[in-house]
């Protein structure tokens, strides 16, 4: 007998755990020919805010050892031209999909939860709260746990679908950040979004990417996921995704056990376009050679002795 994948967050029933990660799969109709996207639990969408985004200038990507460094700049078509041309290619697909949101204050994420609460095609909403406040003296909402309460808040008020928050790792408390975007009313949180970095070519002194300061995603930061949704899932109570360089499924494994319920798979997408699809398949394989019944079984089973 097959395992049962299906994971619950909130309102949101997904048909397995596997999800893509905002910013690293496009509209998700870029992929269809280079991989099984209807396999998959969840489709999140790259960020969407209200007005177009051009993003930063060049370069915008850097590859480093086990890791690589982006600035896109969030650079997105804007709310009306994404529900005009994305949402219905995106909305005929089987997987969920959960649409990643940005703005400049709350007042943003507020009115673009209230425009999207009203299409058929949203299963979800993922709160990006890691971009800046503009409002606030370029305070990103995600380091602040009181800021981050009250962008929840807003979207919760706006929404009855499926609300997902991004956490930044840049902050010093991660878990009260967590702790009161829960009490805010998030149906689960994402773990994590990358981390601030930047890298400089040797020899002539520049910097690698037009925006100086990236994104650090890959195999390089998924320790320091794992141990994010380890420490979160002994404080809060709502489901957790995991993220951060998952590139196979013993890594959605390791996830799982530290108190992930599901997974996204980001920047290993760039290299196999199929990862996610193969970590899906490992993820079952594993689950019917353990004679586990559901991947609610394998959540948060760690041992505290090495």
């Given at each position: ?18 999800m893509?990660?905002s910013g690293?799969f ?9 991989m099984d ?9 790259k960020g969407?805010s ?10 915008r ?5 086990s890791?690589?460094?982006n600035?896109?700049?969030l650079?997105n078509p ?12 995106l ?10 949101i ?8 507020s ?18 709260i ?7 003296g370029?305070?990103?909402f ?8 009250e962008?929840t ?8 679908k ?5 956490l ?13 975007v ?14 601030r ?8 002194g ?6 100086v ?6 195999p ?13 899932s002994?404080?809060?109570k709502i ?5 951060g360089?998952?590139?196979?499924w013993?890594d ?14 980001g920047?290993a997408?760039?290299?196999n376009?199929?990862?996610?699809n ?6 079952e394989?594993f689950l019917t ?9 394998l ?5 505290m002795?090495?």
């Open positions: 007998m097959k395992p049962d994948l299906s994971v619950r967050i909130g309102p949101l029933l997904l048909q397995n755990p596997v893509t990660a690293t496009g509209f998700a109709t870029e992929y269809r020919s280079l996207v209807e396999a998959l639990g969840a489709v999140v969408t969407v209200l007005q177009p985004r051009s993003g930063n200038r060049p370069p990507i850097w590859e480093t050892p890791g690589m460094l600035s896109v700049g650079e804007g709310l009306e031209e994404f529900l005009r041309t994305k949402l219905p290619a909305a005929a697909m089987r997987p969920r999909v959960i649409v990643n940005f703005g400049a204050n709350v007042e943003e994420f009115q673009l939860a209230a425009r999207l609460d009203e299409q058929p095609g949203v299963d979800g909403l993922e709160v990006n890691s971009c800046p406040n503009v409002s606030r370029g305070v990103a995600g380091a602040d746990p009181q800021l981050a309460a962008v808040a807003a979207v919760r008020r706006s929404t009855r499926a609300l997902l928050v991004k930044t790792p840049n902050v010093t408390d991660l878990v009260e950040v967590a702790r009161r829960a009490e805010a009313g998030a149906d689960g949180l994402t773990l994590i979004n990358t981390l970095a930047m890298a400089i070519d040797w020899r002539t520049r910097v690698r990417l037009g925006n300061i990236g994104g650090l995603s890959g390089a930061i998924r320790p320091v996921a794992v141990r994010a949704v380890y420490e979160v002994r404080t809060v489901p957790l995704v995991g993220c360089g998952i590139c196979t013993q959605a494994v390791e996830f799982f056990r530290a108190g992930a319920s599901a997974v996204q798979v920047s997408t760039f290299r376009p199929r990862a996610a193969e970590v899906l398949l490992g993820i394989k050679d353990e004679g586990m019944r559901s991947i609610g079984q959540v948060g089973r760690v041992e002795e090495p």
